[in-house]
């Protein structure tokens, strides 16, 4: 190349091409004044962009060095200088020896969880020293991660990075990223916080174990509107990384987990042996990284959701009772702390303007090999109220329990059993042995987390075959909340149940119970996402 053997600010000789994007091109040069190895990365000139449009892109690198300059990490690559190369900007960093995640996972590519949770845990390492500096990536994934020889994760590319009290040198509505890896609170137009990185990082975290990101569809439209609405997919390979990666990619930045509490989660994973115990494993590392709240009790007739459903092996009610047990001898009731994610409530309008800023080119996508290219553009968008339900979609009708209060979607074909009280309603689909229990505890606790525990303790001493996925502390429609999910073994086959509880103290706490055959829980699980994306009260 003709670039190569050229000689930048008369002392970085530019040696070997090693990466090239969208918006520069990366070189391995050496630093002939100090004589060591480093990285080059160089702006491409943009003739299509106005001299207004040149000075947006030039500022943004310099900040990305600027940015980057004000973390000092191991995990995060280090900037030696910054300077212009015939009126383009370069960053002069260190030369870390290796590929990069996105190289490694190129065609499908894949990593054992266990390899996947420790180079999580260096990127995560790298996220926690950036927003504690004060700054946000906004730009994490595959192909922004290298795996030096040595075992090393660095971090690194934070081109559109945003430091705390500075301009986002964007236009109104304009969003800036991969697609694949956007949190969905960004594509709302939504000013960025520490936990939309998160969202990226379990996006990558998905795409390390799974072969493919989380949500990509054929366009890039279509991507950015199942990133905004779509359930997630269930995983197939992802082990013990399931319950954390399912928890980042909420669609509430709210309820994501913390970077201390992804780390704890990571680190376990990590260092997970062969036939580790239920104690050593992500799953549980959750209950423990944030304050647990659920509670569970066993009754002698069956097990019973904290909703208060007592189930049967074909999945009927017995009875109720809200504190009653969930576990018990001949029952075969299904529970297990749900992954932590809640479906984010989107109007029909706010969707439609997602969708259309995609079309027009809202999103300036940078390659990351097989990305969907890049756009630039500009456009804006109305944001939903909270109180806003999304539509019904297909399949389903809303219910309003005047008896509860509360106003949910129900599957077609799904029947009530029996008539609804102010304590508990329950439906069940065709088979019977799929059932949805909407439940009511008052007064309400501090937190569902305590009335979840409760029941848990005795379910433990009395149910052995009951084993703890997850139990988690969140909040919901301003409500404090907690979700917890869980499978036992009944007489005929293996259940697995998701219990999300929400509610304030001194008032009414709800509780959204599904249950199904575990064989079958890919198949039913998205009924409990779509209903409490459509709960309301009142």
Request: aromatic fraction near 6%; charged fraction near 20%; glycine fraction near 12%.
């Amino acid at each position: 190349m003709s670039d190569e053997g050229r000689l930048i600010a008369g002392r970085y000789r530019l040696i070997e091409r090693i990466g090239r994007g969208g918006m520069g091109t990366v070189w391995r040069a050496e630093d002939e004044v100090l004589g060591r190895e480093i990285a080059l990365k160089r702006l491409h000139a943009q003739q299509h962009l106005s001299e207004d449009e040149l000075a947006t892109v030039y500022e943004r690198t310099r900040r990305e060095a600027r940015s980057a300059a004000r973390i000092t990490h191991p995990n995060v690559v280090v900037v030696h200088d910054v300077l212009d190369d015939e009126g383009l900007p370069c960053i002069v960093m260190e030369y870390v020896h290796g590929t990069t995640l996105g190289a490694l996972l190129k065609g499908g590519g894949a990593l054992p969880p266990g390899e996947a949770a420790r180079v999580g845990l260096g990127m995560v390492a790298a996220l926690r020293a950036a927003h504690a500096a004060g700054v946000l990536h906004r730009d994490v994934k595959p192909g922004n991660v290298l795996l030096g020889g040595n075992g090393r994760v660095v971090l690194t590319d934070f081109g559109i990075a945003m430091a705390t009290g500075t301009s986002t040198l964007t236009k109104t509505g304009e969003i800036i990223g991969s697609i694949d890896y956007i949190a969905p609170e960004r594509m709302r137009g939504h000013r960025p916080g520490p936990t939309a990185d998160l969202w990226a990082l379990g996006a990558t975290l998905f795409q390390s174990v799974e072969g493919r990101p989380p949500f990509r569809r054929a366009t890039a439209m279509e991507t950015a509107y199942a990133i905004a609405v779509d359930p997630l997919a269930p995983m197939k390979q992802a082990g013990p990384l399931e319950p954390l990666i399912e928890m980042l990619l909420a669609k509430d930045p709210d309820e994501r987990p913390s970077a201390e509490e992804t780390e704890r989660a990571l680190r376990v994973a990590a260092s997970e042996a062969p036939g580790a115990t239920a104690g050593g494993t992500a799953e549980v590392a959750w209950a423990s990284a944030a304050p647990s709240r659920a509670t569970a009790t066993v009754a002698a007739t069956g097990p019973t959701t904290s909703a208060g459903a007592t189930l049967t092996d074909s999945g009927s009610v017995l009875g109720s009772m809200s504190s009653a047990p969930i576990g018990g001898g001949s029952g075969d009731g299904t529970g297990r702390p749900r992954r932590k994610r809640r479906p984010l409530l989107w109007s029909a309008a706010a969707v439609a303007l997602a969708a259309a800023a995609v079309a027009g080119g809202l999103y300036a996508m940078s390659a990351d090999g097989g990305g969907h290219g890049s756009k630039g553009g500009s456009a804006t968008a109305t944001t939903p109220t909270a109180s806003e339900p999304p539509p019904v979609p297909a399949g389903f009708r809303l219910v309003r329990e005047k008896a509860l209060g509360a106003t949910f979607p129900v599957p077609d074909g799904w029947k009530r059993d029996g008539k609804a009280s102010s304590e508990q309603v329950t439906y069940t689909d065709p088979s019977g042995l799929v059932g949805l229990t909407i439940g009511t505890v008052n007064p309400a606790g501090a937190n569902p987390e305590s009335h979840f525990q409760n029941i848990e303790a005795n379910t433990k001493r009395n149910y052995p075959t009951y084993r703890n996925l997850r139990m988690q502390r969140t909040t919901f429609q301003g409500k404090p909340a907690a979700v917890w999910e869980f499978t036992f073994q009944g007489q005929v086959r293996a259940f697995r149940a998701i219990d999300f509880g929400f509610g304030e103290e001194g008032g009414t706490e709800y509780d959204i119970y599904l249950s199904a055959p575990e064989a079958q829980w890919d198949t039913h699980r998205p009924v409990f996402d779509t209903v409490k994306s459509g709960f309301r009260v009142g």
